[in-house]
Nanobody
Framework: QVQLVESGGGFVQAGGSLRLSCAASASFFSWYTMAWYRQAPGKQRDLVAAITGRHSTNYTNSVKGRFTISRDNAKKMVILQMNSLKPEDTAVYYC???????????WGQGTQVTVSS
């Protein structure tokens, strides 16, 4: 069982920045693809950004150039740096870990990000 603990959410004005962190309890952390998802009220949970154990990344189009995902395999952490935030970025952000050999997935409890206009 993998535990994921997120931190760093909050309230910010449009144009501001926030940094989300996710600490994982997983063994063999580099074998996990780590990702951030977000879910706005009344909407489905969508992928924001993902990073493999070898640091290959992908982003949803709406955050490209504004958000950066990174990881520290030694510290078992993944970071989402969010810049130039927009009101439409408001959502609960969830950390996700997917174990590549089995595709087993784990979720954090979520952290609220609110961007005011």
């Amino acid at each position: 069982q993998v535990q994921l603990v997120e931190s760093g959410g909050g309230f910010v004005q449009a144009g501001g920045s926030l940094r989300l962190s996710c600490a994982a309890s997983a063994s063999f952390f580099s074998w996990y693809t780590m990702a951030w998802y977000r879910q706005a009220p009344g909407k489905q949970r969508d992928l924001v950004a993902a990073i493999t154990g070898r640091h290959s990344t992908n982003y949803t189009n709406s955050v490209k150039g504004r958000f950066t995902i990174s990881r520290d395999n030694a510290k078992k952490m993944v970071i989402l740096q969010m810049n130039s935030l927009k009101p439409e970025d408001t959502a609960v952000y969830y950390c996700n870990a997917k174990y590549r050999p089995t595709a087993a997935q784990y979720w954090g409890q979520g952290t609220q990000v609110t961007v005011s206009s």
